[in-house]
């Protein structure tokens, strides 16, 4: 095992061993008998959850929502194209490993079955749902090896291939810094669905730097650019277009988002979120 791999195991079995991280962001909805919530009937619904009592009270049907306690199957889906390979304070693509250590170590402890997709213009590596820390070692391996420049980010061949690849029911996370053309309302159709979006604050809040030679981590094509005052207010145009039109979509389909930066402490940050 590398042995950045090793140190990354150490650290985060002792953080989540120490004060675990607990339950996971969500469970799923089912027949169990927990209750959830009351919310209004949607198209589709199981017509032996109307609560009668609520329905006659408001005048329009509701139905009764129950947690579901079951084993869960944890997918971690990480989308490490060249964009990824970028920080100021810690490389993207090392807090993607550091949150998929973080989860995949939650979810074998407390007894759910763990598999991962590495994602870039493509699918790079699977693993098989497991209960075992080896597949989560093997995981990181992968993710600590492969070479993700001049790789580009294809969501829409993510989607496809988890659509394919996930028959059953999942508790998905997908990681990844966010941009592009990413719709996720497919998968959340069949899977209850977080992204987590990992970025660093440059990204977001550029300074002006003048002439210089920019490089472009997913075609690697570099070329000369004036970092001025026009060409970062049009940046920052573009990232938040992107940003509004990704969350519009999450909150249209039910997705939580979760946003994670490179100078964060990552696990009080998915401790935060979780509780």
Known sequence: MHLDTKKLLLKTQKQVYSERLGNHISKFYGEGFEFSELREYEYGDDVRRIDWKTTAKIGKPYVKLYFEE????????????????FGTFRQKCDVMREITALIGISAISENDRFSHFLFAD????????????????????????FE???????????????????NKKALLYIISDGIG???????????????????????????????LRLVDMESTQSYL???????????????????????ANCKKYGIRILKVYTHENIYLKLLQSMR
């Not at 990413?182 to 977001?204: N, Q």
């Open 181 to 211: 053309d990413i719709d996720l309302g497919r998968l959340s159709k069949k899977h209850d669905v977080v992204l987590i979006i990992v970025r660093d604050r440059f990204e977001e809040d550029p300074q002006e730097l003048g002439f």
């Open 225 to 247: 650019g004036n970092m001025d005052n026009d060409a970062v207010y049009n940046y920052k145009k573009a990232l938040a277009m992107n940003d509004a039109k990704l969350i």
């Open 70 to 85: 079951r084993e869960l199957n944890v997918v971690i889906a990480t989308m490490m194209g060249g964009s990824s390979y």
């Open 122 to 145: 493509k699918l790079i590596e699977w693993s098989k749902p497991s209960k075992q820390r080896f597949s989560l070692y093997q995981a990181l391996e992968q993710m600590n090896s």
């Open 148 to 166: 993700m420049l001049g790789k580009v980010s294809n969501y829409p061949g993510m989607v496809q291939t988890l659509w394919t690849y996930l």
